[in-house]
């Protein structure tokens, strides 16, 4: 399958990389900094561009992968082309693409979290992918499938709630991480005294409905030890964090 990338981000960088690994053609790809699609292109074995004009109509497959309050554009910008638009967000929905087409349009969204600098491996990732027409939609399962074992087919609608829920999963749980770090780092202590913690509160949702792995003062919400706790916390807004959450644990521990 010959594709066209619009986007040079975390997201388009990892997928494009698993689909020319997968023996896709990454024909061309796209951002408005020549440097950062350059950066990409080098290793798909693509034509960087940076004007949205040099974009090629002959590709089966148009990626766009960039943020989303620039999707909307973008679309508005994009010259005619042959093939399928796909966006790769969580959030938007799928028919955001009729601005600038009528038909061979959808979605494909892989649940991970992504960095340039660190691999993953997309057998394992979720990818879920959703299609105007049966036409399109075969066509992102068969491309989703040559990268993953587990496909998945989700409407716009049901895809808002799935992103909601990634990101108490992964964004905010990764911001507790940094308000840790902080506090230790505060008292020069190593944050990596937290990792077998951190390893061992994963594993156990791993194996254990999340709501029952919880341990920790506010699930019984000890007033005593929480109030010391608050007492240490110098900033306002994680001192505020730390009391709605723990008022939110008990409440769901109940």
Do not use: C
């Amino acid at each position: 399958m010959r594709i066209v990338f619009i986007g040079s981000g975390n997201v388009a960088t990892h997928l494009s990389v698993a689909l020319k690994k997968s023996g896709n053609e990454i024909i061309q790809v796209y951002s408005k900094t020549l440097k950062n699609a350059k950066l990409l292109a080098s290793q798909v074995e693509a034509e960087p561009i940076d004007n949205l004009k040099s974009i090629k109509s002959n590709a089966d497959l148009y990626i766009f992968s960039v943020k989303d309050d620039m999707l909307s554009e973008i679309v508005k910008l994009m010259p005619a082309t042959d093939g399928i638009w796909a966006h790769t967000s969580g959030s938007l929905p799928m028919n955001l693409f009729s601005l600038g087409r009528s038909s061979d349009y959808g979605v494909i969204y892989p649940l991970q979290t992504f960095s340039k600098s660190r691999f993953v491996d997309f057998q394992g990732i979720p990818v879920f992918i959703e299609g105007d027409s049966n036409h399109s939609q075969h066509i992102l399962d068969s491309m989703a499938k040559s990268i993953s074992g587990n496909v998945r087919l989700l409407d716009s609608d049901n895809r808002r709630y799935l992103h909601l829920a990634a990101v108490f999963a992964n964004n905010f749980s990764n911001h507790m991480f940094t308000l840790a770090s902080e506090i230790l780092n505060s008292k020069g202590i190593s944050f990596d005294v937290l990792k077998p913690l951190i390893m061992e509160t994963a594993a156990k949702v791993m194996e254990m409905e999340p709501r029952k792995a919880q341990t920790g003062p506010a699930i019984r919400y000890d007033e005593k030890v929480i109030q010391k706790h608050m007492d240490l916390i110098q900033d306002g807004d994680t001192k505020e964090i730390y009391e709605l959450i723990s008022k939110s644990i008990n409440k769901h521990s109940k």
